[in-house]
C-alpha cells in the first residue's frame, strides 16, 4: 500500500516536473525574461513585509534569492506530490490543483512590469503538460488498482513512461536554456561596445594610506556588491533600450541608447552604498561612473513648480522615489553607461542605470532603468517605502576598522591600523581611533578628487600582549560627528561606532 501511495505521488511530480520543463523552455525560446517559477519568486518579494526582506538579505547576503527560487521549487514540488496522491480518487481531483498553480502562475506573471499575453504562454504550455502527462501516468496505475492480477504489468509501464517522461523533461529543459540566448546576446553586445568618452582612470596617488589590508580605494567590477529585487536579471540590447521622461514637465522626452551617447558624457568617482549595509559591513563600494546628468535631461523636459520627486523605473518594475532637488542641485547625479571604464556589468544594470551621490541606493540606484515620472512624494509610494523605510535616504556618516579585523592575532608592539569612511557628497574631514576606551586620537586621512567617495585612514598605536578592543568614528566636512547611538538598518540605515577586538601576541 506504502509502495502504492508513493507511485501516485510520483505520478503528480513526474508530470510537474516536465511541465515545469516545457514551461521554461517556452519562455527562453519566446525571448520571454521570467519562467513563471521566477515570476512567482518575485511575487512573494513583493508581498513581503520590509523587516521580513531585510532579515533575509541579512542573514543570508546575495543567497536570499536562490534560497527562495529552491523554497517555491520545494512547495511547488510538495504540490505536484498532492495532485498525484488526489488523482487515486479520480483524475479530476488533481486538476484542481493544476488548475490552481497555473493561476498563481499567471497572476505572477501578469504582475510584471510590461507583462502582456505572450508571457503568459508558457504557463498555459506548462498546464498542458501536466494534465497530458498525468493523465498518461496515472492510467496503468488506475489499471492496476482495479485489475490486481495485472498490477505488476502496470507498474513496469509506469515506471517505463515516467522514466521517458524525466529524461524528456531534463533534454526540454537543456535545449530550453541553449535556444533562449537573450543574456548571451546582450553580453557579446556589452563586450563589442565602445563609448567615446568613457576613459579608465587609475586612482590618484593622494587617495590612498598604504596600509596592506584596506578595502581598495576603486573597487573593481567583478567586486562591487550586488543589490536587487530581481530574480531573473533583465537582459536589454541597447538597440531596444530607451527611456521615458514624463509627469510633470512640460514635454514629455524619449531618449533612446544612441540619443543618449551622443550628448555630453560626465565622468565622476561616486561611492554606492546600500540601506542595509551594517555598522562595518560592505555593503559599499567606490567606482568610476560615466553617463549624462539627469540635471540636463530634466531642464530639456521642462520641470513644473510643484514636483518634488523624480519615481525611477526598473525594467523589472521595481521603483524608487528620488528627491528632485538631488538630481538638480549640481551634484553628479547620473545616468551612468559605463563603471570603471566600462559598459555597465549586466548585474549592475546595463545598458543603463542611475547613480545620485549621497543617498542610498533604496531611494536613487535604480538599475535597467527604463522611466522616469517626475511627481510628488505625496502621490507616489515606491516599493521600499510601502514596507516600511524611510521616503527620503540621505547617507550617514559612517566609518570601518578594515585593519586588523575583529578577532585576528597581530604581534605585540607598533600596530598600524587603517580603514574606510564615508559621507558621500558631504565629504570627511577627520577620522579619530580610540584604543581600549582611552582617548581619542585623529587618523591619518587620504585626500581623494571628490567629497563624493569614501576616503582611506591610517593610525598607529603601541600594544601591549593581550586582548584589545579598538573603535572609530567620523567627522563630516560640515562638522557633523558619528553617532555612538546604535541603530538598526531600518528605517533609514544604522548608525554606531564600528568595533573589532583583537589579540596581540608577543
Avoid at 72 to 99: I, M
Avoid at 455 to 462: C, D, I, L, N, S
Avoid at 474 to 490: H, N, P, S
Wanted: with cysteine; charged share 20%; glycine share 10%.
Amino acid at each position: 500500500m506504502e509502495d502504492s501511495r508513493r507511485r501516485w505521488a510520483a505520478s503528480g511530480v513526474v508530470a510537474g516536473v516536465a511541465g515545469l520543463a516545457t514551461s521554461y523552455a517556452t519562455a527562453t525560446a519566446l525571448n520571454i525574461r521570467e519562467s513563471p517559477v521566477v515570476a512567482v519568486a518575485e511575487l512573494v518579494i513583493r508581498l513581503t513585509p520590509g523587516p521580513v526582506v531585510e532579515g533575509a538579505i541579512q542573514l543570508l547576503g546575495q543567497a536570499d534569492k536562490p534560497v527562495l527560487v529552491a523554497g517555491v521549487l520545494l512547495a511547488v514540488g510538495l504540490l505536484f506530490a498532492l495532485a498525484g496522491l488526489l488523482a487515486r480518487g479520480g483524475l479530476s481531483r488533481s486538476v484542481l490543483v493544476w488548475l490552481s498553480l497555473a493561476l498563481i502562475g499567471m497572476v505572477a506573471v501578469l504582475r510584471q512590469h510590461g507583462a502582456g499575453p505572450v508571457d503568459v504562454l508558457p504557463v498555459g504550455v506548462g498546464l498542458a503538460t501536466w494534465l497530458a502527462l498525468h493523465s498518461a501516468l496515472v492510467n496503468p496505475l488506475a489499471k492496476g488498482r482495479a485489475h490486481p492480477e495485472l498490477a505488476s504489468r502496470e507498474r513496469r509501464v509506469f515506471l517505463m513512461v515516467a522514466g521517458t517522461v524525466g529524461l524528456a523533461a531534463v533534454a526540454i529543459g537543456l535545449a530550453g536554456r541553449f535556444v533562449g540566448s537573450g543574456r548571451r546576446h546582450v553580453e557579446s553586445s556589452r563586450r563589442l561596445l565602445r563609448i567615446e568618452g568613457v576613459t579608465r582612470r587609475q586612482p590618484p596617488a593622494s587617495a590612498t594610506v598604504g596600509v596592506p589590508g584596506i578595502s581598495p580605494w576603486q573597487t573593481p567590477n567583478e567586486d562591487f556588491y550586488l543589490i536587487h529585487t530581481a530574480i531573473s536579471v533583465p537582459a536589454i540590447e541597447p538597440t531596444d533600450w530607451f527611456v521615458r521622461i514624463h509627469g510633470m514637465v512640460e514635454r514629455e522626452l524619449v531618449v533612446t541608447y544612441d540619443d543618449l551617447l551622443a550628448r555630453e558624457l560626465t565622468e565622476s568617482w561616486v561611492t554606492l552604498t546600500c540601506v542595509s549595509n551594517p555598522v562595518g559591513g560592505d555593503l559599499v563600494g567606490n567606482a568610476r561612473w560615466s553617463g549624462v546628468r539627469v540635471a540636463e535631461l530634466l531642464a530639456e523636459a521642462g520641470v513644473l513648480p510643484d514636483a518634488d520627486c523624480v519615481r525611477q523605473v526598473s525594467e523589472d518594475g521595481w521603483d524608487c522615489a528620488t528627491p528632485l532637488v538631488a538630481l538638480t542641485d549640481g551634484r553628479d547625479a547620473m545616468l551612468a553607461v559605463a563603471m570603471n571604464g566600462h559598459p555597465l556589468p549586466i548585474e549592475h544594470g546595463f545598458p543603463v542605470r542611475t547613480v545620485v551621490p549621497g543617498l542610498y541606493g533604496f531611494v536613487s540606484a535604480t538599475k535597467w532603468l527604463v522611466e522616469l515620472e517626475v511627481t510628488r512624494f505625496d502621490r507616489v509610494e515606491a516599493f521600499w517605502t510601502q514596507r516600511g523605510w524611510s521616503e527620503e535616504g540621505p547617507i550617514k556618516v559612517s566609518s570601518r576598522i578594515d585593519v586588523p579585523r575583529s578577532g585576528a592575532d597581530v604581534p605585540a608592539g607598533e600596530l598600524r591600523v587603517g580603514g574606510v569612511a564615508w559621507a558621500q557628497h558631504t565629504g570627511i574631514s577627520s577620522v579619530e581611533v580610540a584604543l581600549d576606551g582611552g582617548d581619542w586620537i585623529g587618523a591619518d586621512v587620504a585626500a581623494p578628487p571628490t567629497n563624493d567617495t569614501w576616503v582611506q585612514w591610517a593610525a598607529t598605536f603601541e600594544v601591549e600582549p593581550g586582548d584589545h578592543v579598538l573603535r572609530v568614528r567620523a567627522r563630516t566636512k560640515t562638522g557633523e560627528l558619528q553617532t555612538g547611538v546604535v541603530r538598526d538598518v531600518m528605517p533609514d540605515g544604522a548608525t554606531g561606532w564600528h568595533t573589532v577586538e583583537f589579540t596581540a601576541q608577543s
